[in-house]
């Protein structure tokens, strides 16, 4: 066997090819961290929230989160047609309360609780299935139909 074969001539050249790819990998782990210290810190906006639940409820009835509403139960009169989109009905004691009206076929408004809807006809109670509206002091119901039916 030549010399250039040998074991004993091949071993110091893996020890400098050794030495060398050790010092390649803590020259790539010094850049690291030197860079990962020295790179200005990115600063991420804050995330902006509506707070004003009227303008929430609004926002959450334009968006059609399950589709396109059907068709509500209606209520009508003389004067206005109201139709029941969706409720927000509150979760405690004194937590607001909306209701999602479509009246006279206009696209669905957010009404407070204690709001007026039309003209003498003041939104009175919101329940997670039904409105209770006051209009000319009669208390009248709209309810939400059955999920699937029209």
């Given at each position: ?13 893996l ?9 390649a ?14 790179a200005?810190v ?13 303008t ?5 009835a334009s ?10 139960a ?18 405690h ?11 006279e ?5 957010s009404i ?22 006051l ?16």
């Amino acid at each position: 066997m030549s010399a250039l074969f040998s074991a004993a001539a091949l071993i110091p050249w893996l020890g400098r090819l050794a030495a060398l790819s050790m010092l390649a990998v803590l020259a790539w782990l010094g850049a690291n961290i030197f860079w990962s210290l020295s790179a200005p810190v990115v600063v991420r906006p804050a995330a902006m929230f509506e707070t004003d639940p009227h303008t929430a409820a609004q926002a959450i009835a334009s968006r059609h989160l399950f589709g396109a509403a059907p068709t509500m139960a209606v209520m009508t009169s003389p004067a206005t047609d109201i139709r029941l989109s969706g409720t927000i009905a509150p979760q405690h004691p004194g937590d607001p309360a909306f209701a999602l009206l479509s009246i006279e076929g206009k696209s669905p408004q957010s009404i407070r609780e204690g709001e007026e809807v039309a003209p003498g006809v003041v939104l009175q109670r919101v329940l997670p299935q039904q409105v209770e509206l006051l209009r000319g002091g009669q208390t009248q119901i709209l309810t939400l139909p059955e999920r699937g039916k029209p």
